[in-house]
Antibody, heavy 127, light 110 residues
Framework: QVQLVQSGAEVKKPGASVKVSCKASGYTFTDYGISWVRQAPGQGLEWMGWIRGNNGNTNFAQNLQGRVAMTTDTYTSTAYMELRNLRSDDTAVFYC????????????????????WGQGTTVTVSS | QSVLTQPPSVSAAPGQKVTVSCSGSRSNIGNNYVSWYQQLPGTAPKLLIYENNKRPSGIPDRFSGSKSGTSATLGITGLQTGDEADYYCGTWDSSLSTWVFGGGTKLTVL
């Protein structure tokens, strides 16, 4: 079955970096993209950006530009999200989710939504 | 401030029906398909509705979706206590080139 399994919880100090992994199985990794979504305690869902599975091209939310990086390892079907220069308000649960996209022109196909989600990774930023 | 607007909460009695609204603009809901997500307490979001009104395999037909212009609606009939969750609408915004979500609606089954 299609599945996304994320890495475990992290505790980081302000100013540090965190890298979260998302291992895909049950489908052809390069046929889909991976979106990253975070949820601060008691808050709603915030889209962070996404990465295309076939070529690694990325787009990020404007408020995270310069602090976030997304990469993939197609050999292990794993996506990674790194957030740098952490602040206390980065404390959140981070989710990866599969998204369909037009491989030829690189734009999402919102028709199918984010159809599979990882279990979430809690990142706590505290001094 | 979310790009898509949802009511913070809705409530109804078991067995009753409830609707959740999601309002956007031409660049998001007006020109793209809407999906809905259910987030049970302490769990990851799950796709509930895609392509405005389609249900993934395993989602009961008590859940329905519709879209008109720049608004979308999630309907849930035959409410059960197990439906208590947060519900989010989402879509792609063609002007912002970002995925956008509503702020979420907490459903309470009284």
């Amino acid at each position: 079955q299609v599945q996304l399994v994320q890495s475990g919880a992290e505790v980081k100090k302000p100013g540090a970096s965190v890298k979260v992994s998302c291992k895909a199985s049950g489908y052809t990794f390069t046929d889909y993209g991976i979106s990253w979504v975070r949820q601060a305690p008691g808050q709603g869902l915030e889209w962070m950006g996404w990465i295309r599975g076939n070529n690694g091209n990325t787009n990020f939310a404007q408020n995270l530009q310069g602090r976030v990086a997304m990469t993939t390892d197609t050999y292990t079907s794993t996506a990674y999200m790194e957030l740098r220069n952490l602040r206390s308000d980065d404390t959140a649960v981070f989710y990866c989710a599969r998204v369909d996209y037009d491989v030829l022109i690189g734009i999402p196909i919102p028709q199918y939504g984010m159809d599979v989600w990882g279990q979430g990774t809690t990142v706590t930023v505290s001094s | 401030q979310s790009v898509l607007t949802q009511p913070p909460s809705v409530s109804a009695a078991p067995g009753q029906k409830v609707t959740v609204s999601c309002s956007g603009s031409r660049s998001n809901i007006g020109n793209n398909y809407v999906s809905w997500y259910q987030q049970l307490p302490g769990t990851a979001p799950k796709l509930l509705i895609y392509e405005n009104n389609k249900r993934p395999s395993g989602i009961p037909d008590r859940f329905s979706g519709s879209k008109s212009g720049t608004s979308a609606t999630l309907g849930i009939t035959g409410l059960q206590t197990g439906d208590e969750a947060d519900y989010y609408c989402g879509t792609w915004d063609s002007s912002l080139s970002t995925w956008v979500f509503g702020g979420g609606t907490k459903l309470t089954v009284l």
